[in-house]
């Protein structure tokens, strides 16, 4: 093998753990679950299986063919591990072989109801099990394992291997279209945490390689070094080319890149603007910076000259910088006196007048170059930006002249290069919220607190607190929290004196506890994917983490309100803290809850139409208090419709009210035409109805019940849907009434179906209101509802 480049990373090199490893790990993990609750196949399943039937057999000795390389080539992996001395690597090919037939036995028991035969199921044979794929999951989690640390090529051709070869399994019928797909979430999960074990290579390239690499892009570089300071998802190295001029280059290599797309996902998770946007590759990611770079230095703001930026043919993307610069980090205070603490704000200027924001300045990206003070690392920057993101740009600069020069110099040069008006526009966006872990961590350790910061400003501007520091009649709120702790208390004292406890600890303590952990599990899922919803709902891109704050928080007011109402009041008001105008938090309030329930009918109307399962309705002629009650409401509808139309004073006021209000509700509402926005709306939505249901039927089956998924959809959806309507607060009653009563109709002793929906109910509506209370006081104290 000497000349032949195989493995990516040399022998030996540094290791870490990914987190995309740990985010692969939790899907598995979810995806396993899913798909061990809707064993057996449905018709759907069924369905997809006859198809893959129908097709010619004179083929069968080509997909028999594809099937065995997939477990030729893991064979071949090891054996490659072994020759090179890759100990390591040939370890962690086995463990991972080993883990995932675990996996795979411990699934296939829970979804057939008995032990599988364990060599049959290792070699394939006719007795190994339909579900899931044995030798997909042993196969694919070796290939998977070793994957990441081989060559671009040959993790191309390894992931063509296991596409075809689980393709070659569903033609020739071995095990169903569940049991394949089953069998690679299981190599996902080995796999993922196999690395999380044992780390990967650093991928980071030899110094000879990166030359080499120079030299394929045209620049001649000496003297390569590895830079002091390292950024998250980049290599960087020092050099200088053949006029003896510092160089900057920067690798996006494969396990660095990983790192970077985590580390965005986490920011945008956790922080306001959290930068770029996510792109496919790595040379997508050189080129922007490049071009973004190119455009700064046009405008004329002082940073970096851009000699190349392109990929290499192994692979890695990189763009080489002239004129690197100093950072901002380690400077004393005297060496940024008050003319380049101006020359910072209209270097800033002058990126915005190009219409570019660099949404990441901290004190890595302000740099000293040439005497003057400019901007680099342009990775994170953005054509056409929205006020906001230019607002998030001007605080954080100023909390980063703060924390270098102090906060009295960096306060007036900020008005002296603004203006008071400008300065005063800033302040909403001048929050810990919006300023990158280095930047807060920086003015943390200057010793500044932002909201003091805050206050400097607001003086020196001349101008009050914006609307979001001022929000101090949080004190009324704490005592509305008081009266709703009360009514949650009671709501759930007057339900728990009902339970026959004997009765029910009789059918819990023969349970299946792997199963009941599973559902809640589950349970808790389901308010990421309510988050997600929520974000849908709106025009502005809010970070992920304070918006599943907020979903714990609805589910602590749920206890004492009727769940529509909870999630409406309280999204209009956390959307009016995030800086949105009242209409179009209302408006986004409104769309997230009447959207969820839009959902619900429809997948309930489409499930009964297309599935089997089914749902009984007993439909009374309305009693005379009924038709009475209709009448009253019919009434109050006619005078109020009367009203608006005989006082002019009430219409101009409404109609003035709708003209300012109009366009805020009318952004809400276009936002739902972007597919991003639409798909997280619809999407999340749907992946909570599943994720819920998913749980029901977990709780069922640790009492020995299984259920259809279909079924468990429609008995929660149709549940859900009448306590969203009835005025009781969570539906405490009607939900546990009307589940009991669907999951008998669906084949469980009474008995049973109580156990089942009292551990469903506590995992997903009374357990979390605990901590749902802890994320109230948290947005409370950081000002965020």
């Not at 966006?429 to 930047?439: I, K, V, W």
Request: net charge positive; hydrophobic share 55%; charged share 15%.
């Amino acid at each position: 093998m000497t000349g032949v480049r195989i493995f990516s990373a040399p022998a030996g090199q540094a290791r870490f753990r990914r987190a995309t490893d740990v985010i692969g790990l939790v899907v598995a993990a979810v995806g396993i679950a899913l798909l061990v609750v809707a064993y057996p196949p449905t018709v759907f399943e069924r369905s997809l299986d006859r198809f893959f039937g129908a097709i010619p057999h004179w083929l069968d000795p080509a997909w028999r063919f594809l099937y065995d390389v997939l477990g030729l080539w893991a064979i071949l992996l090891v054996v490659v591990a072994l020759v090179a001395r890759r100990w390591s690597v040939a370890f962690e090919a086995v463990a991972a072989f080993v883990l995932a037939l675990v996996i795979a036995l411990v699934s296939a028991r829970y979804a057939l109801g008995h032990w599988p035969a364990v060599w049959e199921s290792i070699k394939g044979g006719s007795r190994s099990p339909r579900f899931p794929a044995v030798l997909i999951a042993e196969a694919t989690a070796v290939v998977l394992t070793v994957n990441g640390q081989l060559v671009r090529p040959l993790q191309r051709l390894g992931r063509w291997i296991v596409l075809f070869g689980m393709l070659g399994v569903l033609v020739t019928g071995h095990v169903t279209p569940g049991g394949t797909l089953a069998g690679f979430v299981v190599a996902l999960a080995a796999a993922s945490a196999i690395r999380l074990a044992f780390g990967t290579s650093a991928g980071r390239p030899e110094t000879q390689l990166v030359a080499a690499a120079l030299r394929e892009l045209g620049v001649d570089a000496d003297g390569l070094t590895v830079a002091e300071r390292q950024s998250a998802g980049v290599f960087a190295l020092n050099a200088r080319d053949k006029d003896g001029r510092p160089l900057l280059v920067k690798i996006y290599g494969r396990d660095a890149y990983d790192t970077q797309l985590a580390s965005k996902v986490w920011r945008t998770v956790l922080y306001q603007n959290a930068g770029p946007q996510l792109r496919l590759t790595r040379g997508q990611a050189v080129e922007h910076e490049a071009l973004l770079t190119l455009l700064a230095r046009d405008a004329g703001v002082p940073t970096r000259r851009v000699v190349t930026a392109g990929e290499t043919s192994t692979g890695d993307a990189l763009i080489v910088f002239r004129e690197p610069g100093e950072p901002l980090v380690g400077a004393p205070a005297s060496r940024l006196d008050d003319p380049l603490l101006g020359r910072s704000w209209r270097s800033l200027g002058l990126l915005h007048d190009a219409n570019v924001a660099h949404l990441q300045v901290d004190l890595e990206s302000v740099a000293f170059l040439d005497g003057e003070v400019g901007l680099v690392d342009f990775a994170g920057a953005t054509i056409s930006p929205t006020d906001d993101q230019l607002q998030t740009d001007r605080a954080q600069l100023l909390a980063t002249t703060a924390a270098v020069a102090g906060s009295d110099r960096a306060v007036r040069a900020a008005v002296d290069s603004l203006g008071e008006e400008r300065v005063a526009a800033l302040l909403p966006y001048l929050q810990s919220a919006a300023l990158r872990t280095p930047l807060r961590h920086a003015v943390k350790a200057a010793g500044i607190d932002v909201e003091e910061l805050r206050a400097q400003v607001a003086e020196a501007a001349g101008a009050e607190l914006p609307e979001p520091v001022k929000i101090r009649r949080l004190t009324w709120w704490s005592v509305a929290q008081i009266v709703l702790l009360v009514l949650a208390a009671t709501a759930v004292i007057n339900f728990a004196t009902t339970i026959d406890w004997d009765t029910l600890w009789t059918d819990l303590k023969d349970a299946t506890w792997g199963w009941i952990v599973f559902g809640f599990v589950l349970a808790q899922c389901a308010r990421l994917t309510q988050a997600t919803s929520s974000l849908g709902s709106i025009a502005a891109d809010l970070p992920f983490g304070r918006v599943y704050m907020k979903q714990l928080a609805t589910s602590y007011l749920n206890l004492a309100m009727p769940s529509s109402i909870a999630r409406m009041g309280v999204d209009i008001r956390f959307f009016q803290c995030q800086g949105l105008p009242g209409a179009a938090a209302v408006t986004a309030g409104v769309i997230d809850s009447v959207v969820s329930n839009l959902v619900q009918a429809t997948l309930l109307v489409l499930l009964l139409i297309f599935s089997e399962a089914s749902l009984s309705l007993d439909l009374n002629t309305p009693s005379g208090d009924s038709l009475r009650l209709l009448w009253i409401l019919i009434g109050i509808v006619v005078v109020v419709v009367l009203v608006l139309a005989l006082v002019k004073r009430i219409r101009r006021a409404i109609v003035e009210r709708w003209r300012t209000w109009w366009p805020q509700m009318r952004a809400g509402f276009v936002a739902l035409r972007t597919p991003r926005k639409l798909a997280m709306l619809i999407g999340g939505n749907i992946a909570t109805e599943l994720l819920f249901a998913s749980a029901l039927g977990l709780f069922a089956r640790s009492l020995g019940y299984p259920i259809s998924l279909p079924d468990l959809l429609v008995i929660n959806m149709s549940v859900s849907l009448l306590a969203s309507f009835v005025p009781v607060p969570g539906g405490v009653g009607v939900s546990e009434f009307g589940l009991t009563l669907g999951l008998t109709s669906a084949g469980m002793p009474e008995e049973a179906a109580l156990a089942a929906v009292l551990l469903y109910r506590i995992s997903s509506f009374y357990l979390p209101p605990i901590w749902g209370f802890f994320a109230m006081r948290w947005l409370q104290k950081n000002r965020y509802i």
